[in-house]
């Protein structure tokens, strides 16, 4: 394996609440990975006023980036990209507390105006999610941006100040709110929806939600649901379910509230208002979900850069390269898994009349051959349930919950065991259990033809009456270790797959 | 990270009921890992006359041979150790078939005497175990080999045939077996027991017991008391446990066997003369109990290469070698490893009057500095979790099994969390609780201490009075992200576990 040379790079975010450094490794072209993160409360707009930031959260706030600085420096970030949003871009020192920060620390650090702080939410987003066409909704602690998507571009935002922080600390001073307060609110939040000239063009389109208070609404839906997965990646957050969590919010004080399964205990107290925002939007554009996108503005500053050599930093194939990504970021051996990965494909091929798939399961089945042994990462003993463990933990791009799912069972069984669904019943459709068993059967084929990881099979190809499958291997030489080991561990499954006996041959290379 | 050399050393063991390749990646004097295993069940024994192996015993295993050669072959294995034990040793035509293998498969086969099998087994355990003086049980399916062990070296060992499955094979016809059957099993072990005149050298002493029909009476144990480690290192089997499944296995069919938690389905019909064999050695030994090494004969043979610069082939430091081992296996950051060990020894030394712990704890908090961000190799969020679910799921060469439950305790709450031993509870003595919040206390500092990664703090001095801990941190520069983070994240758990308010300052480093 060739080591490539990765660097680091480090994003600032000083937030209205919240200031957060991450630190991304990045191969340029090949992958990257979150490396470490740190977050601090600086609550920047406390006792903010016409004058603008108060003295106290410029220090804080000069403190905290004097901190991060040294700490990008001391780890070796050899990029620092630093912004600041919402409470830096409306207060009236905010320019005078930028030159303080160049003066002082000698960061750079950038004020983000609204609409650019909706397009990097943007960023985050699509290379995240696979959409082509949807409204994005990006709440943070002093604003929320509010973004329309056309062909997986941006096209126009709007930065608006409902920020969960914002919006509490001006309407809500009672614990439990009372319904004046929520009423008031409402009003405030449906005004200046009112005010967007263009929501209309978003009513009825998918909507993708992104920052903390929302992950943390689903993250509380997750736990009420006993969702399987350990990762909110194309989670969907229901509008019945925000209308739920807002009226069990409604009834608990604070203390009551952090009790609440899933919920982050710095965001109890903001997070009614950021719900109610979530349900104005959902029935403003009568749409009855959205869908969560783990990214956001940091990790569109970070793709700025990292996908700065192609004319917008979007992937065209978020699926194709998160695939990969995590592949390479677990040090796959790239040639068998390619081998596994032409031959199974080859076999969903050959057998499609007898299967009807198409691309969708093609797809899974094609992230599964990259994907299958990277648990040997953790350790050779049970590799494919450390597979499985590893798709599950981490999610990949683009997939709906669903089909992460099935890639994490294909890569459970693409080695042994009877294919079973056990565990994500509530994600998978009832047809999944027979596409899973024939997918795996595939799989486990391809991969006990590649079992001496040389490449020596070049193709297969497949006929069938009614009782019997032949399956014939082409190989220059004889494949002795690939068809014992295919016989013996892949034909089985295939045998009940496809309701066949199973006859393999060798066929010498003719010059096809 | 520099990348270093590794090479594949594939060990072919060929024995009496099964075949098995193990596929080992090494890096000379730096780490292991296995890499790739197949076994194959040929039945040597099958058929078996004085005229040797049957004609089909040697085309079963000519063709297997011949298989696992061309897969090492085709993996690139860069050395191939080939073996057979007791079925080719036993057989009169044994030499013949050692030429033909040579002739045919161009595999140079070597028969291991029996007390050079019992030699293999003892390097193999003795690589995993940290005894300096033992007994050394290995059951296998032709034979059984009893040695001894003093000052970590090879003293004696005798082959018998008490393999499981010839032993089954000769005295069990029915299904259960019966008493008449069971007292004529029972009767063979004691006279071959009595064949050993230095049986009596070994009574009293640590029992160690390796091959697959011990770790399945282990693992068969392990599931009927909820054991929560995943791995068997060190595991300790009473005689109470092996009594019992002896009294199980009696009552129960085949078929009925099979139903039983943790069995091995291919060892079900053998595994009752097994049981029989550890407590014939158990009473006859006068001992309660045997601890399981998981590595036996094959690890034995890939060790005497691995470590052929040794005098013997057998480490010193065990547990040293295996914490690096692991430590290695998942790429940690060496030089942050090494520094916060070194802040977190100095730590415990300074504090030692206020805990009162020795080398035991000193041991634990060494490993666990060294592993506590391996975890990040699965992923950055929650790498404190990933860290103890790889300690716990591979376990650690020569630690006992409460010592690993501790080392991935530790890993687990390095950095956040309220120490809990919660699920470990039955291997852990009622003391534990204190020595993970304390030893947790100093690691999570030391930690912090290092937040900047680049090892900046040189030293931490320690001195208190009954309400006050005063901890001096030295660094030639000001730590200003060490001392921001250790006391934000550090300081609360040092002073609970430590009873004192804790107060931090810096001194510049003062030609000490």
Redesign the interface.
């Known amino acids: 394996?060739?080591?490539r040379t990765s660097h680091r790079v480090a994003v600032i975010d000083l937030g209205s609440n919240t200031a957060r450094v991450i630190l991304m490794s990045a191969v340029p072209g090949y992958s990257f990975?979150?490396?470490?993160?740190?977050r601090e409360v600086v609550r920047l707009r406390q006792g903010m006023t016409t004058d603008g930031l108060s003295p106290e959260a410029v220090e804080r706030a000069l403190s905290t980036l004097?901190?991060f600085s040294?700490?990008c420096r001391?780890?070796?970030a050899d990029i620092v990209l630093a912004t600041a949003t919402s409470a830096v871009r409306d207060a009236a020192n905010g320019p005078a507390f930028i030159a303080q920060v160049r003066d002082e620390i000698g960061l750079d650090l950038r004020i983000l105006d609204g609409e650019r702080e909706a397009y990097y939410g943007v960023i985050g987003a699509l290379n995240e999610v696979a959409t082509d066409h949807c409204g994005i909704l990006d709440i943070g602690g002093g604003s929320a941006q509010l973004s329309e998507v056309g062909d997986r571009r941006y096209r126009k935002g709007i930065s608006l100040t409902l920020g969960a922080l914002a919006l509490s600390e001006r309407f809500i001073d009672s614990d439990p709110a009372t319904k004046r307060e929520i009423r008031a609110l409402r009003e405030e939040i449906e005004i200046q929806l009112d005010s967007i000239a263009w929501i209309d063009e978003l009513a009825g389109k998918e909507l993708v939600g992104l920052g903390g208070t929302i992950r943390n609404l689903a993250k509380i839906d997750a736990a009420a649901r006993g969702y399987p997965l350990n990762t909110l990646h194309g989670y969907s957050l229901s509008r019945d379910a925000v209308d739920q969590s807002i009226a069990d919010f409604r009834g608990l004080s604070l203390n009551q509230r952090q009790k609440i399964p899933g919920i982050s205990s710095d965001r109890a107290d903001i997070i009614l208002a950021g719900a109610l925002v979530v349900a104005a939007v959902l029935r403003r554009l009568d749409i009855d979900k959205l869908t969560i996108s783990t990214s956001g503005l940091r990790e569109g500053i970070f793709f700025e850069h990292y996908l700065r050599d192609l004319p917008e930093p979007v992937m065209r194939d978020v699926r194709g390269f998160g695939v990969l990504n995590m592949a390479r970021n677990y040090r796959y051996h790239e040639q068998h898994a390619d081998q596994v990965k032409l031959l199974s494909g080859r076999l969903f091929e050959e057998l499609e009349p007898l299967h009807g798939y198409g691309p969708p399961e093609r797809g899974l089945l094609a992230a599964a051959a990259l994907l299958h042994d990277i648990g040997?990462?953790?350790?050779?003993?049970g590799h494919h349930r450390h597979s499985q463990t590893?798709i599950h933990?981490?999610g990949l791009s683009g997939f709906t919950p669903r089909k992460i799912a099935l890639i994490a069972l294909l890569a459970r069984f693409h080695r042994k065991g009877k294919p079973d669904t056990a565990g994500y019943e509530g994600l998978l459709k009832k047809r999944d259990a027979a596409v899973l068993t024939r997918l795996a059967a595939i799989l486990r084929f391809a991969e006990f033809l590649e079992?001496?990881?040389?490449a020596?099979v070049s193709d297969v190809l497949v006929d069938w009456d009614d009782e019997e499958l032949r399956i014939t291997v082409v190989a220059t030489e004889h494949p002795?270790?690939e068809l014992?080991?295919a016989e013996r561990n892949a034909v089985p499954l295939m045998e009940s797959a496809f309701g066949r006996r199973v006859r393999l041959r060798w066929e010498g290379e003719v010059g096809r």
């Open positions: 394996m060739n080591e990975r979150l490396e470490d993160e740190i004097q901190l040294r700490f001391s780890v070796g040997t990462t953790v350790a050779y003993d590893l933990y981490n079992r001496g990881r040389n020596i002795a270790v014992w080991q």
